[in-house]
Protein backbone atom coordinates (compact mmCIF):
# COMPACT_ATOMS: atom_id res chain seq x y z
CA UNK A 1 0.00 0.00 0.00
CA UNK A 2 2.69 2.13 0.55
CA UNK A 3 2.79 4.23 -2.92
CA UNK A 4 -0.73 2.91 -4.62
CA UNK A 5 -2.25 6.01 -4.47
CA UNK A 6 -1.26 6.86 -7.77
CA UNK A 7 -4.60 6.84 -9.00
CA UNK A 8 -6.23 9.24 -6.41
CA UNK A 9 -3.11 11.60 -6.93
CA UNK A 10 -4.04 11.47 -10.69
CA UNK A 11 -7.76 12.61 -10.26
CA UNK A 12 -6.59 15.10 -8.37
CA UNK A 13 -4.26 15.93 -10.47
CA UNK A 14 -6.97 16.13 -13.39
CA UNK A 15 -5.18 13.82 -15.37
CA UNK A 16 -7.20 10.25 -14.27
CA UNK A 17 -7.77 9.54 -18.42
CA UNK A 18 -4.12 10.45 -19.11
CA UNK A 19 -1.82 7.64 -20.08
CA UNK A 20 1.21 6.28 -18.25
CA UNK A 21 3.93 9.72 -18.45
CA UNK A 22 6.95 8.86 -20.35
CA UNK A 23 9.95 9.92 -18.30
CA UNK A 24 13.57 10.79 -19.58
CA UNK A 25 15.81 11.63 -16.54
CA UNK A 26 19.36 13.62 -17.60
CA UNK A 27 21.81 13.66 -15.33
CA UNK A 28 25.09 15.59 -16.29
CA UNK A 29 28.55 14.45 -14.40
CA UNK A 30 30.31 17.08 -11.89
CA UNK A 31 27.87 20.00 -13.36
CA UNK A 32 27.94 22.82 -10.24
CA UNK A 33 24.33 24.28 -9.32
CA UNK A 34 26.30 27.38 -10.40
CA UNK A 35 26.82 26.57 -13.75
CA UNK A 36 23.49 26.68 -15.25
CA UNK A 37 22.07 29.79 -15.35
CA UNK A 38 18.64 29.94 -13.61
CA UNK A 39 20.43 28.81 -10.51
CA UNK A 40 23.36 30.98 -10.51
CA UNK A 41 22.10 34.10 -11.97
CA UNK A 42 24.55 36.82 -12.15
CA UNK A 43 27.35 34.66 -10.34
CA UNK A 44 27.65 32.35 -13.91
CA UNK A 45 29.23 33.42 -16.62
CA UNK A 46 27.58 30.28 -19.02
CA UNK A 47 24.92 30.44 -21.30
CA UNK A 48 22.50 27.87 -20.75
CA UNK A 49 19.37 28.85 -22.59
CA UNK A 50 18.19 25.02 -22.99
CA UNK A 51 18.16 24.06 -19.37
CA UNK A 52 16.95 27.71 -18.50
CA UNK A 53 14.12 27.53 -20.99
CA UNK A 54 13.32 23.88 -19.42
CA UNK A 55 12.70 25.45 -16.29
CA UNK A 56 10.41 28.50 -17.53
CA UNK A 57 8.23 25.93 -18.60
CA UNK A 58 8.51 23.71 -15.59
CA UNK A 59 9.35 23.45 -12.00
CA UNK A 60 12.64 24.20 -10.71
CA UNK A 61 13.61 22.79 -7.37
CA UNK A 62 15.93 25.12 -5.05
CA UNK A 63 17.04 22.45 -2.29
CA UNK A 64 17.77 19.04 -3.95
CA UNK A 65 20.27 17.25 -3.06
CA UNK A 66 22.83 13.81 -3.61
CA UNK A 67 23.29 11.28 -1.31
CA UNK A 68 26.64 11.96 -1.71
CA UNK A 69 29.33 14.84 -3.19
CA UNK A 70 30.65 11.81 -5.51
CA UNK A 71 30.31 10.03 -8.24
CA UNK A 72 29.23 6.29 -7.74
CA UNK A 73 27.56 6.53 -4.36
CA UNK A 74 25.32 9.11 -5.92
CA UNK A 75 23.89 6.83 -8.62
CA UNK A 76 24.01 3.82 -6.54
CA UNK A 77 21.00 6.02 -4.69
CA UNK A 78 19.69 6.69 -7.32
CA UNK A 79 19.14 3.79 -9.55
CA UNK A 80 17.87 2.03 -5.83
CA UNK A 81 16.48 4.54 -3.91
CA UNK A 82 18.37 3.28 -0.66
CA UNK A 83 21.20 5.22 0.71
CA UNK A 84 24.39 4.24 -1.05
CA UNK A 85 26.41 3.13 2.91
CA UNK A 86 23.81 0.72 3.73
CA UNK A 87 25.15 -1.83 0.79
CA UNK A 88 27.84 -4.30 1.57
CA UNK A 89 31.22 -4.53 -0.01
CA UNK A 90 31.23 -4.37 -4.03
CA UNK A 91 31.72 -7.14 -5.91
CA UNK A 92 35.54 -7.26 -6.55
CA UNK A 93 36.94 -5.49 -9.81
CA UNK A 94 40.11 -3.83 -11.68
CA UNK A 95 41.11 -0.11 -11.39
CA UNK A 96 38.87 2.90 -12.68
CA UNK A 97 36.05 1.74 -15.18
CA UNK A 98 37.18 -2.00 -14.84
CA UNK A 99 34.80 -1.78 -10.89
CA UNK A 100 33.30 -4.27 -9.95
CA UNK A 101 29.18 -4.41 -9.30
CA UNK A 102 28.05 -1.92 -6.71
CA UNK A 103 25.41 -4.11 -5.51
CA UNK A 104 23.67 -7.62 -6.64
CA UNK A 105 21.88 -8.49 -9.45
CA UNK A 106 18.81 -9.29 -7.27
CA UNK A 107 18.53 -5.80 -6.13
CA UNK A 108 15.47 -3.90 -7.04
CA UNK A 109 16.33 -0.78 -9.46
CA UNK A 110 14.47 1.78 -11.60
CA UNK A 111 15.05 -0.14 -14.50
CA UNK A 112 13.41 -3.27 -12.82
CA UNK A 113 10.29 -1.45 -11.56
CA UNK A 114 9.61 0.59 -14.59
CA UNK A 115 10.07 -2.37 -16.76
CA UNK A 116 7.35 -4.19 -14.13
CA UNK A 117 4.98 -0.81 -14.75
CA UNK A 118 5.20 -2.12 -18.62
CA UNK A 119 7.34 0.88 -19.79
CA UNK A 120 10.59 0.25 -22.57
CA UNK A 121 13.59 1.07 -20.57
CA UNK A 122 16.88 2.71 -21.87
CA UNK A 123 19.89 3.93 -20.51
CA UNK A 124 22.31 5.63 -22.69
CA UNK A 125 25.66 7.44 -21.09
CA UNK A 126 27.80 6.88 -18.17
CA UNK A 127 27.29 3.22 -16.07
CA UNK A 128 29.85 3.46 -13.18
CA UNK A 129 27.77 1.03 -10.87
CA UNK A 130 30.17 -1.81 -12.17
CA UNK A 131 30.12 -4.48 -13.95
CA UNK A 132 31.36 -8.38 -14.42
CA UNK A 133 33.66 -8.55 -18.01
CA UNK A 134 34.66 -11.74 -19.07
CA UNK A 135 38.22 -12.43 -18.99
CA UNK A 136 40.88 -14.61 -20.71
CA UNK A 137 42.65 -16.21 -17.68
CA UNK A 138 39.26 -16.60 -15.55
CA UNK A 139 40.42 -13.88 -13.12
CA UNK A 140 39.09 -10.05 -11.91
CA UNK A 141 39.20 -7.94 -14.37
CA UNK A 142 41.57 -5.25 -14.58
CA UNK A 143 43.42 -3.54 -17.67
CA UNK A 144 45.43 -6.66 -19.42
CA UNK A 145 43.08 -9.35 -19.53
CA UNK A 146 39.38 -8.80 -20.22
CA UNK A 147 38.33 -10.68 -23.43
CA UNK A 148 36.41 -7.59 -25.47
CA UNK A 149 34.79 -10.30 -27.77
CA UNK A 150 32.63 -11.42 -25.16
CA UNK A 151 29.43 -9.81 -23.86
CA UNK A 152 29.84 -8.24 -20.41
CA UNK A 153 28.18 -11.39 -17.74
CA UNK A 154 26.40 -8.18 -15.62
CA UNK A 155 25.75 -4.46 -17.13
CA UNK A 156 22.33 -2.60 -17.04
CA UNK A 157 20.69 -6.10 -18.87
CA UNK A 158 20.76 -7.02 -15.57
CA UNK A 159 19.44 -4.18 -14.10
CA UNK A 160 16.18 -4.00 -15.52
CA UNK A 161 17.08 -2.21 -19.16
CA UNK A 162 15.99 -3.26 -22.47
CA UNK A 163 18.60 -1.37 -24.05
CA UNK A 164 21.49 0.06 -23.17
CA UNK A 165 24.56 2.12 -25.02
CA UNK A 166 27.35 2.78 -21.85
CA UNK A 167 30.90 3.48 -20.81
CA UNK A 168 31.68 1.92 -17.93
CA UNK A 169 33.41 4.55 -16.21
CA UNK A 170 34.34 8.12 -16.34
CA UNK A 171 35.26 9.55 -19.83
CA UNK A 172 38.89 9.80 -18.10
CA UNK A 173 38.82 6.27 -16.77
CA UNK A 174 39.29 3.28 -19.53
CA UNK A 175 38.67 1.34 -20.83
CA UNK A 176 37.48 3.75 -23.33
CA UNK A 177 35.16 1.60 -25.06
CA UNK A 178 31.18 1.80 -25.67
CA UNK A 179 29.09 -1.56 -24.69
CA UNK A 180 25.63 -1.93 -26.25
CA UNK A 181 23.22 -4.35 -24.71
CA UNK A 182 26.94 -5.53 -23.23
CA UNK A 183 28.28 -6.34 -26.22
CA UNK A 184 31.32 -4.38 -26.99
CA UNK A 185 31.15 -1.68 -29.72
CA UNK A 186 34.80 -1.99 -32.26
CA UNK A 187 38.21 -3.28 -31.46
CA UNK A 188 39.70 -2.72 -27.97
CA UNK A 189 43.08 -2.99 -29.47
CA UNK A 190 44.66 0.80 -28.74
CA UNK A 191 45.90 2.54 -25.62
CA UNK A 192 44.94 6.09 -25.00
CA UNK A 193 44.71 8.77 -22.76
CA UNK A 194 42.73 11.67 -22.27
CA UNK A 195 44.03 15.39 -20.90
CA UNK A 196 43.35 16.29 -16.83
CA UNK A 197 45.15 13.42 -15.26
CA UNK A 198 45.77 11.07 -18.34
CA UNK A 199 45.27 7.76 -17.22
CA UNK A 200 46.22 5.63 -20.54
CA UNK A 201 44.63 2.80 -21.22
CA UNK A 202 42.52 0.12 -23.09
CA UNK A 203 40.60 1.97 -25.92
CA UNK A 204 38.29 1.05 -29.02
CA UNK A 205 40.73 2.13 -31.97
CA UNK A 206 38.44 4.86 -33.32
CA UNK A 207 37.90 6.25 -29.53
CA UNK A 208 37.50 10.11 -29.50
CA UNK A 209 37.13 12.10 -26.44
CA UNK A 210 35.43 15.03 -27.74
CA UNK A 211 33.18 12.32 -30.03
CA UNK A 212 31.75 10.90 -26.70
CA UNK A 213 29.12 13.27 -25.83
CA UNK A 214 27.35 13.64 -28.97
CA UNK A 215 27.61 9.93 -29.43
CA UNK A 216 25.21 9.53 -26.52
CA UNK A 217 22.67 12.18 -27.79
CA UNK A 218 22.56 10.48 -30.92
CA UNK A 219 22.28 6.94 -29.22
CA UNK A 220 19.44 8.73 -26.85
CA UNK A 221 17.69 10.52 -30.32
CA UNK A 222 17.17 6.63 -31.93
CA UNK A 223 15.72 5.44 -28.45
CA UNK A 224 13.15 7.86 -28.49
CA UNK A 225 12.25 7.97 -32.27
CA UNK A 226 12.05 3.97 -31.91
CA UNK A 227 9.07 4.66 -29.44
CA UNK A 228 4.98 4.79 -29.70
CA UNK A 229 2.59 6.56 -27.95
CA UNK A 230 0.85 3.70 -26.62
CA UNK A 231 3.47 2.66 -24.70
CA UNK A 232 5.56 4.37 -22.08
CA UNK A 233 9.05 4.42 -21.87
CA UNK A 234 11.58 5.43 -19.86
CA UNK A 235 15.28 6.67 -20.78
CA UNK A 236 18.18 7.70 -18.31
CA UNK A 237 20.34 9.64 -20.16
CA UNK A 238 24.14 9.85 -18.34
CA UNK A 239 25.95 12.68 -19.52
CA UNK A 240 30.39 12.07 -19.12
CA UNK A 241 30.11 16.28 -18.58
CA UNK A 242 31.62 18.44 -17.66
CA UNK A 243 33.35 15.77 -15.72
CA UNK A 244 37.00 15.96 -16.76
CA UNK A 245 38.53 15.53 -19.10
CA UNK A 246 37.24 19.21 -20.84
CA UNK A 247 36.52 17.74 -23.72
CA UNK A 248 33.84 19.83 -26.30
CA UNK A 249 32.66 18.59 -29.46
CA UNK A 250 34.04 20.21 -32.33
CA UNK A 251 30.90 22.05 -32.44
CA UNK A 252 31.37 24.14 -29.29
CA UNK A 253 34.70 24.70 -29.18
CA UNK A 254 34.86 28.55 -28.49
CA UNK A 255 31.32 29.01 -28.10
CA UNK A 256 31.49 30.29 -24.23
CA UNK A 257 33.05 33.32 -22.84
CA UNK A 258 34.73 31.56 -20.67
CA UNK A 259 36.83 29.28 -22.42
CA UNK A 260 36.55 25.71 -22.94
CA UNK A 261 34.80 24.81 -19.39
CA UNK A 262 31.89 26.91 -20.41
CA UNK A 263 32.00 24.95 -24.14
CA UNK A 264 31.62 21.96 -22.39
CA UNK A 265 28.98 23.05 -20.02
CA UNK A 266 27.00 24.80 -23.17
CA UNK A 267 27.51 21.09 -25.00
CA UNK A 268 25.53 19.67 -21.84
CA UNK A 269 22.77 22.21 -21.89
CA UNK A 270 22.34 21.13 -25.44
CA UNK A 271 21.11 17.77 -24.02
CA UNK A 272 17.78 19.31 -23.53
CA UNK A 273 17.25 20.58 -26.38
CA UNK A 274 18.58 17.57 -28.54
CA UNK A 275 16.04 15.15 -26.22
CA UNK A 276 12.85 17.72 -26.71
CA UNK A 277 13.37 18.05 -30.32
CA UNK A 278 13.59 14.16 -30.86
CA UNK A 279 9.83 13.72 -28.49
CA UNK A 280 8.76 16.95 -30.29
CA UNK A 281 9.17 14.28 -33.47
CA UNK A 282 7.63 11.84 -32.29
CA UNK A 283 4.91 13.09 -31.19
CA UNK A 284 5.33 12.60 -28.00
CA UNK A 285 6.76 15.71 -26.35
CA UNK A 286 3.07 16.84 -24.59
CA UNK A 287 2.98 13.72 -21.47
CA UNK A 288 7.01 12.89 -21.30
CA UNK A 289 8.26 13.77 -17.52
CA UNK A 290 11.58 15.61 -18.26
CA UNK A 291 14.00 15.54 -15.24
CA UNK A 292 17.33 17.00 -15.38
CA UNK A 293 19.97 17.37 -12.81
CA UNK A 294 23.49 16.75 -11.76
CA UNK A 295 25.39 13.75 -9.69
CA UNK A 296 26.93 16.16 -7.53
CA UNK A 297 29.07 19.38 -7.29
CA UNK A 298 31.72 20.88 -9.92
CA UNK A 299 35.40 19.73 -9.37
CA UNK A 300 38.01 22.30 -7.77
CA UNK A 301 40.15 20.79 -10.44
CA UNK A 302 38.35 21.04 -13.69
CA UNK A 303 38.28 24.27 -15.41
CA UNK A 304 40.07 26.07 -18.35
CA UNK A 305 43.38 24.15 -17.78
CA UNK A 306 43.08 21.02 -19.34
CA UNK A 307 45.61 19.30 -17.30
CA UNK A 308 43.81 18.86 -13.32
CA UNK A 309 44.86 21.83 -11.39
CA UNK A 310 44.29 22.38 -8.11
CA UNK A 311 42.09 25.40 -7.29
CA UNK A 312 41.13 25.87 -11.03
CA UNK A 313 37.70 26.69 -10.01
CA UNK A 314 38.80 29.38 -8.10
CA UNK A 315 40.37 31.13 -11.12
CA UNK A 316 37.19 30.99 -13.08
CA UNK A 317 35.76 32.81 -10.19
CA UNK A 318 37.96 35.64 -10.45
CA UNK A 319 36.13 35.85 -13.86
CA UNK A 320 32.88 36.08 -12.27
CA UNK A 321 31.97 32.24 -12.41
CA UNK A 322 31.07 30.61 -9.35
CA UNK A 323 30.27 27.35 -9.86
CA UNK A 324 29.01 26.35 -6.33
CA UNK A 325 26.10 29.26 -6.91
CA UNK A 326 26.56 31.28 -3.81
CA UNK A 327 27.45 28.37 -1.33
CA UNK A 328 30.41 26.92 -0.27
CA UNK A 329 32.85 24.36 -1.17
CA UNK A 330 32.79 21.71 -3.92
CA UNK A 331 32.61 17.75 -5.37
CA UNK A 332 34.01 15.25 -2.56
CA UNK A 333 33.01 18.35 0.41
CA UNK A 334 30.50 17.89 2.64
CA UNK A 335 29.63 21.74 1.87
CA UNK A 336 26.63 22.83 -0.28
CA UNK A 337 28.68 23.24 -3.17
CA UNK A 338 29.44 19.84 -3.35
CA UNK A 339 26.04 18.24 -2.20
CA UNK A 340 23.58 20.71 -3.45
CA UNK A 341 22.46 20.21 -7.34
CA UNK A 342 20.14 21.53 -9.82
CA UNK A 343 17.02 19.74 -10.16
CA UNK A 344 13.99 20.71 -13.05
CA UNK A 345 11.25 18.83 -13.82
CA UNK A 346 9.43 20.02 -17.37
CA UNK A 347 5.94 17.60 -18.13
CA UNK A 348 3.65 20.26 -20.33
CA UNK A 349 0.64 17.85 -19.82
CA UNK A 350 1.23 17.52 -15.55
CA UNK A 351 3.05 20.57 -14.73
CA UNK A 352 2.50 24.00 -15.10
CA UNK A 353 5.27 26.38 -16.37
CA UNK A 354 7.25 28.73 -14.19
CA UNK A 355 7.20 27.30 -10.69
CA UNK A 356 9.87 26.97 -8.18
CA UNK A 357 9.77 24.64 -4.77
CA UNK A 358 12.04 25.22 -1.89
CA UNK A 359 11.29 21.79 -0.09
CA UNK A 360 13.93 19.39 0.94
CA UNK A 361 14.86 16.94 -1.95
CA UNK A 362 17.36 13.86 -2.39
CA UNK A 363 17.85 12.61 -5.74
CA UNK A 364 17.46 8.94 -3.69
CA UNK A 365 13.79 9.98 -4.00
CA UNK A 366 13.30 9.32 -7.81
CA UNK A 367 12.22 5.55 -7.20
CA UNK A 368 9.33 6.43 -5.14
CA UNK A 369 8.30 9.71 -7.44
CA UNK A 370 9.02 7.03 -10.73
CA UNK A 371 6.20 4.75 -9.29
CA UNK A 372 3.76 6.95 -8.03
CA UNK A 373 3.81 8.57 -11.49
CA UNK A 374 4.12 5.13 -13.73
CA UNK A 375 1.99 3.03 -11.15
CA UNK A 376 4.69 0.99 -10.81
CA UNK A 377 4.52 -1.03 -7.00
CA UNK A 378 7.08 -0.73 -4.42
CA UNK A 379 6.89 -3.33 -1.09
CA UNK A 380 7.89 -2.05 2.33
CA UNK A 381 11.92 -3.77 1.39
CA UNK A 382 11.93 -1.59 -1.76
CA UNK A 383 13.41 1.59 -1.90
CA UNK A 384 13.33 2.26 2.39
CA UNK A 385 15.10 5.71 1.46
CA UNK A 386 12.92 7.31 -1.11
CA UNK A 387 9.98 9.48 -0.31
CA UNK A 388 7.85 10.89 -3.70
CA UNK A 389 7.82 14.20 -4.76
CA UNK A 390 5.16 13.59 -7.21
CA UNK A 391 2.50 15.93 -5.35
CA UNK A 392 5.37 19.13 -5.57
CA UNK A 393 4.91 18.66 -9.41
CA UNK A 394 0.88 19.63 -9.14
CA UNK A 395 1.50 21.86 -6.01
CA UNK A 396 4.85 23.29 -6.46
CA UNK A 397 4.39 26.14 -3.54
CA UNK A 398 2.87 23.02 -0.77
CA UNK A 399 5.77 21.55 1.46
CA UNK A 400 6.93 18.51 0.62
CA UNK A 401 7.29 14.90 2.62
CA UNK A 402 10.53 14.42 3.31
CA UNK A 403 11.24 16.81 6.70
CA UNK A 404 15.58 14.94 6.67
CA UNK A 405 17.88 13.78 4.39
CA UNK A 406 21.39 11.72 5.16
CA UNK A 407 24.31 12.20 2.76
CA UNK A 408 27.96 12.03 2.37
CA UNK A 409 31.15 13.71 1.53
CA UNK A 410 33.96 11.20 0.70
CA UNK A 411 33.48 9.54 3.88
CA UNK A 412 32.43 11.67 6.54
CA UNK A 413 28.38 11.40 7.52
CA UNK A 414 26.18 14.79 6.68
CA UNK A 415 22.20 15.13 8.10
CA UNK A 416 19.71 17.48 7.17
CA UNK A 417 16.64 18.12 9.37
CA UNK A 418 14.50 21.17 8.40
CA UNK A 419 16.67 23.76 8.21
CA UNK A 420 19.19 22.35 10.26
CA UNK A 421 22.58 20.39 8.63
CA UNK A 422 24.83 18.25 10.90
CA UNK A 423 28.35 17.58 9.24
CA UNK A 424 29.98 15.00 11.20
CA UNK A 425 33.85 15.97 10.51
CA UNK A 426 35.64 19.24 10.93
CA UNK A 427 36.95 21.00 8.12
CA UNK A 428 35.50 20.21 4.13
CA UNK A 429 35.56 16.52 4.82
CA UNK A 430 37.50 15.73 1.86
CA UNK A 431 41.57 15.47 1.66
CA UNK A 432 41.77 18.82 0.19
CA UNK A 433 44.31 18.56 -2.09
CA UNK A 434 42.25 19.80 -4.95
CA UNK A 435 41.02 23.45 -3.44
CA UNK A 436 38.45 22.22 -0.49
CA UNK A 437 39.39 24.03 2.46
CA UNK A 438 40.16 22.70 5.35
CA UNK A 439 41.52 19.72 4.73
CA UNK A 440 40.65 16.36 6.23
CA UNK A 441 43.72 16.12 8.23
CA UNK A 442 43.94 20.33 9.17
CA UNK A 443 41.08 20.12 10.32
CA UNK A 444 41.48 17.60 12.93
CA UNK A 445 44.72 18.76 14.04
CA UNK A 446 43.31 22.02 14.69
CA UNK A 447 40.29 20.64 16.44
CA UNK A 448 42.29 18.29 18.80
CA UNK A 449 44.57 21.55 19.79
CA UNK A 450 41.18 23.43 20.18
CA UNK A 451 40.01 20.46 22.49
CA UNK A 452 43.14 20.29 24.31
CA UNK A 453 42.86 16.39 25.94
CA UNK A 454 42.55 13.36 24.50
CA UNK A 455 39.28 12.67 23.29
CA UNK A 456 36.77 9.51 23.44
CA UNK A 457 34.42 8.15 20.31
CA UNK A 458 31.68 10.18 21.61
CA UNK A 459 33.80 13.10 21.96
CA UNK A 460 33.87 13.30 18.13
CA UNK A 461 30.09 13.38 18.07
CA UNK A 462 29.82 16.65 19.49
CA UNK A 463 31.83 20.16 19.18
CA UNK A 464 34.15 21.08 18.18
CA UNK A 465 34.70 18.17 16.17
CA UNK A 466 31.54 18.51 14.30
CA UNK A 467 29.96 21.12 12.07
CA UNK A 468 26.01 22.76 12.34
CA UNK A 469 25.16 25.35 10.39
CA UNK A 470 20.90 26.80 10.17
CA UNK A 471 20.88 26.79 6.27
CA UNK A 472 17.74 29.17 5.99
CA UNK A 473 20.27 31.94 7.77
CA UNK A 474 23.72 30.44 6.58
CA UNK A 475 23.49 29.04 2.77
CA UNK A 476 27.24 29.87 2.89
CA UNK A 477 27.93 27.77 6.16
CA UNK A 478 29.82 29.99 7.55
CA UNK A 479 28.90 29.91 11.15
CA UNK A 480 29.57 27.03 13.16
CA UNK A 481 26.84 26.94 15.51
CA UNK A 482 27.20 23.13 17.27
CA UNK A 483 28.93 24.53 20.26
CA UNK A 484 25.95 26.69 21.16
CA UNK A 485 23.71 24.34 19.75
CA UNK A 486 24.75 20.68 22.00
CA UNK A 487 21.19 18.93 22.30
CA UNK A 488 20.42 19.80 18.30
CA UNK A 489 23.57 18.16 17.68
CA UNK A 490 23.02 14.90 19.89
CA UNK A 491 19.33 14.93 18.44
CA UNK A 492 20.37 14.77 14.67
CA UNK A 493 22.85 12.22 15.88
CA UNK A 494 20.24 10.64 17.20
CA UNK A 495 18.27 10.54 14.32
CA UNK A 496 21.24 8.96 11.99
CA UNK A 497 21.95 6.31 14.63
CA UNK A 498 18.08 5.34 14.54
CA UNK A 499 17.74 5.26 10.94
CA UNK A 500 20.89 3.10 10.61
CA UNK A 501 19.45 0.78 13.50
CA UNK A 502 16.18 0.43 11.13
CA UNK A 503 17.58 0.00 7.89
CA UNK A 504 15.42 2.27 6.55
CA UNK A 505 14.77 6.32 6.61
CA UNK A 506 10.68 5.72 5.82
CA UNK A 507 7.88 3.98 7.62
CA UNK A 508 7.71 0.25 7.55
CA UNK A 509 9.38 -2.56 9.00
CA UNK A 510 12.93 -3.04 10.01
CA UNK A 511 15.43 -3.76 7.78
CA UNK A 512 18.75 -4.69 7.63
CA UNK A 513 22.15 -3.57 6.31
CA UNK A 514 24.26 -5.42 4.20
CA UNK A 515 27.05 -3.83 5.40
CA UNK A 516 27.16 -5.36 9.04
CA UNK A 517 28.97 -2.20 11.04
CA UNK A 518 28.25 1.35 10.20
CA UNK A 519 30.09 3.96 11.87
CA UNK A 520 28.54 7.40 12.38
CA UNK A 521 32.16 8.56 12.51
CA UNK A 522 33.07 7.16 9.24
CA UNK A 523 36.48 8.23 7.45
CA UNK A 524 38.36 9.38 10.69
CA UNK A 525 41.71 9.81 10.13
CA UNK A 526 44.23 6.66 11.32
CA UNK A 527 46.24 9.42 13.58
CA UNK A 528 42.76 10.50 15.53
CA UNK A 529 42.03 6.92 15.97
CA UNK A 530 44.80 6.34 17.67
CA UNK A 531 44.15 8.95 19.88
CA UNK A 532 41.03 7.76 20.94
CA UNK A 533 39.44 6.34 24.14
Sequence with gaps: MRFQLTFIWLVAFGLHAAPQPNIVFIL???????????????QCQIETPNIDTLAKGGLRFTDAHVQASVCVPTRVAIMTGRYPWRFG??????SWGFLGPRFGTDTFTLGKMLRAAKYRTGYVGKWHLGTVMETKDGKVQDPTNVDYTKPLKVGPVQHGFDESFILPGSLDMYPYAFARNNIWQGEVTAQKGWSAFNRVGPAEKDFEDHEVIETFYREAETFIGKQKEENPFF???ALTAPHTPTSPGKAWQGKSKLGVYGDFVME????VARVLGALKKRGLYENTLVLFASDHGAAPYAGNILKATPNQMRSLEKKGHYCSGPHRGYKFSVY????????????????????????LVGLCDLMATFAELSGGKLTPQQAPDSISFAPLLKNPKSKGARENLVMQSIGPFVVRDGDWKLCLCPGSGSHGRYGNTPGMDEAWRAKLKEFGKTPTWKDIAKAPFVQLFNMADDPHEDHNLAAKEPKRVARMVALLRQQITNGRSTPGPKLANERPRININQRVPEFVRKQLK
Excluded: M
Design 235 to 237: LFL
Design 89 to 94: SPQRGG
Design 268 to 271: VDSA
Design 28 to 42: ADDLGIGDVNCYGEE
Design 336 to 359: EGGLRVPLIAHWPKGIKAGGTNHS
